[in-house]
């Protein structure tokens, strides 16, 4: 029932003789249900009040914990105990959907039945006594439903500045701004096809009363969006600063590429924004609250499903969706926890005030990182034991950590045998890696019969890479040539007189640039001679510019960059470290890190690293977060 249902309230008058019928007592218990669920409409809201966690435990079901929720309709849900569900088993379950919904809804269930004393003729025998407050839990397709309305017209002005068949753009910003602050504004994206190409936005603003970070009147905003898929959003947020001037109201043009400009205009008040959020919430009136379309249920999480060729399995549980209430039983612990935070910005040494201090009133950064090409460090002596493989003057310490690599390397398809991480210094070459691989065949190999090997990361991490790769001639051909061992690039049958125990076979190599890795096939043309195919591969990664000679000399401090502030670390095995780097040029940004490698160690996502048990000189890749294009590169060496 929704809030207009709920008025108005009503309660029995009870007087001396007054006969008590059905709709009485049904009377009393609505008028204690629906002032209890108008007051938490009110007073709490929609969301959870505890638990009610989304756990992910064999892909095939998940765990949702106990706990207490209040839906959009003020019914307060409850789970006593967790309760472990099968997707398959779940109302809306759909395996063709890439992200699902799983949501809780309140449901009343008629139990205990009774025997009827003064029943009426065709009535039944037996009535339910009691009506259990349950749930019940129940999937949606994420992509596909709808969203809520709320009215926001009191607080916001949104204006559609752009739509055809597939995209919609709005802009928004409060209606009311408070001079002197600091004021936000967002570009909303929606998709309304299932169109999969995105979408590429150019805006500019012009907005007498307000400047941005650097005093400017106007902006330029340019957004390069991927498809998020039918019904899905994009918000991009800006911010701008309202200047303490006598107008009362002023307007912001907004052009999107050629159209028209879009006027948006706005009030100037000398209010406090808490003050003004407080009046512009408490003046809406209870008419204007009925008009918004309210769900009935409560979103707990969003489910991330994986699909095969056989399956459909649960990836990992997404908590985005989640939207807790402010319970005031809480507030004194809460009020606990905010005091270890702070408020306001921090600011970099780099301004004005003094490492470490806070400006409250500093404004976010503003505008887009520009990629350059990444600065990788130099190359480091220890690089040769890299991956097994060691120098010509190595020590008896390098021998041994070469062997226990070399024992310690699993055989099997595509398995790597070896790989040499050398970076050179040759004009047009920006580095060069090396390594074996075993791809191993059917007994009986049909000819034209096709066989993969694993993907193999060649250690250069992301571009363009050229990958060489050619079979060795089997042990029992060695005798044959008398010239010494050879590989073969190509065909190998070409060579069956020379080396008669050869496998004739065809190669060819798939690389993924944005992976930083390969995979060869060869093709039985044929005789067939082995079950286990050894091969050597060589990756190279050219510099265009150079290998061009278009290289320019560029200024220092004028590209953005980051710079490691140690490019090797001596470590144990075992011991974690972390890899620090400065932003040159740039805001300080979101950072990824991955290890090229396989059996290189373990990196978490806030840059931890845990070196391997193997002793060796291995590589990190760190790279922006929105810009991977910038990137550096540093080198744990692991056991001395």
């Not at 065909?491 to 190599?509: C, D, M, N, Q, Y």
């Not at 990196?603 to 990137?631: H, K, M, N, S, W």
Request: aromatic share 8%; proline share 5%; hydrophobic share 35%.
């Amino acid at each position: 029932m929704d809030l207009t249902q709920m008025l108005p309230f009503e309660k029995n008058r009870y007087y001396p003789g007054k006969m008590l019928t059905t709709p009485d007592f049904k009377a009393e218990q609505a008028y204690l249900e629906y002032r209890r669920r108008f007051f938490n409409q009110m007073v709490l809201g929609s969301g959870i009040l505890c638990g009610l966690n989304v756990f992910n435990l064999d892909g095939l079901s998940v765990l949702v914990e106990s706990g207490a929720a209040v839906d959009p309709l003020g019914r307060e849900i409850v789970i006593g105990e967790s309760a472990v569900k099968k997707l398959s088993a779940v109302e809306g379950y759909r395996e063709d959907a890439d992200v699902l919904s799983l949501c809780l809804r309140y449901r009343e269930e008629e139990i205990k039945p009774v025997y009827v004393v003064n029943r009426k003729e065709g009535r039944d025998e037996y009535e339910n006594n009691r009506i259990a407050e349950t749930y019940e839990l129940f999937l949606m397709d994420a992509r596909a439903e709808g969203r809520e309305f709320r009215l926001d017209s009191e607080f916001f002005v949104e204006t559609e500045i752009f739509r055809n068949k597939d995209y919609r753009l709005s802009f928004k910003i409060p209606a009311n701004v408070c001079r002197g602050r600091k004021i936000k504004f967002c570009v909303e994206a929606e998709q309304l096809s299932s169109v999969k190409k995105g979408l590429d936005f150019s805006l500019e603003l012009q907005f007498p009363a307000f400047r941005t970070l650097d005093g400017s009147r106007g902006m330029k905003i340019g957004e390069n969006m991927a498809a998020p898929g039918r019904g899905g959003h994009r918000t991009y947020e800006y911010w701008l600063y309202a200047e303490d001037t006598s107008l009362k109201e002023s307007s912001i043009l907004v052009k999107c590429g050629k159209r028209k400009e879009t006027e948006v205009k706005v009030f100037l008040t000398d209010e406090e924004p808490d003050s003004l959020i407080f009046r512009s919430l408490g003046r809406t009136s209870l008419e204007l609250r009925a008009g918004e379309t309210r769900n009935d249920y409560v979103r707990l999480a969003r489910l991330y499903m994986g699909h095969t060729k056989s399956a459909c399995v649960l990836d990992h549980v997404g908590q985005e969706e989640r939207t807790y209430l402010a319970v005031p039983a809480d507030e004194a612990r809460r009020a606990k926890y905010r005091a270890f935070y702070g408020d306001g910005t921090w600011v970099e040494s780099s301004q004005e005030t003094q490492p470490g201090t806070l400006a409250a009133e500093a404004l976010p950064p503003s505008g887009t990182l520009t990629a350059v090409k990444e600065s990788r460090p130099p190359k480091i002596p220890e690089a040769a034991a890299y991956a097994g493989t060691k120098p010509d003057s190595a020590g008896p310490e390098q021998e041994e950590v070469g062997e226990q690599e070399k024992q310690e390397e699993p055989g099997g398809q595509g398995a790597v045998q070896k790989q040499a991480g050398e970076r050179t210094g040759v004009a047009g070459i920006r580095a060069v890696a090396s390594g074996t691989l075993e791809i191993p065949l059917p007994e009986k190999l049909r000819k034209g019969g096709i066989c993969l090997s694993e993907e193999i990361f060649h250690g250069l991490g992301r571009g363009k890479v050229h990958v060489l790769v050619g079979i060795n001639e089997p042990d029992d051909a060695a005798g044959a040539n008398k010239k010494g061992r050879s590989i073969v690039y190509g065909e190998t049958g070409l060579f069956r007189r020379e080396i008669p125990g050869t496998t004739s076979v065809k190669t060819a190599v798939r690389v993924w640039e944005d992976r930083g890795c390969f995979q060869v096939a060869v093709k039985l043309v044929g005789q067939q001679n082995t079950v286990l195919l050894s091969a050597d591969w060589t990756a190279v990664m050219l510099d265009e510019e150079e290998s061009h000679g278009k290289r320019k000399a560029e200024k220092e401090g004028e590209q953005a960059r980051i710079v490691p502030k140690e490019v090797t670390a001596e470590l144990k095995p075992g011991q974690k470290y972390f890899f620090e780097v400065k932003f040159e040029n740039m805001e300080p940004c979101r950072l990824r890190y991955e290890l090229p490698e396989e059996r290189s160690g373990r990196i978490d996502e806030d840059g931890v690293y845990t070196a391997p048990l193997r002793r060796g000189v291995y590589e990190i890749r760190i790279y922006c977060e929105e810009q991977p294009d910038i990137c550096t590169y540093t080198y744990a060496v692991v056991g001395g």
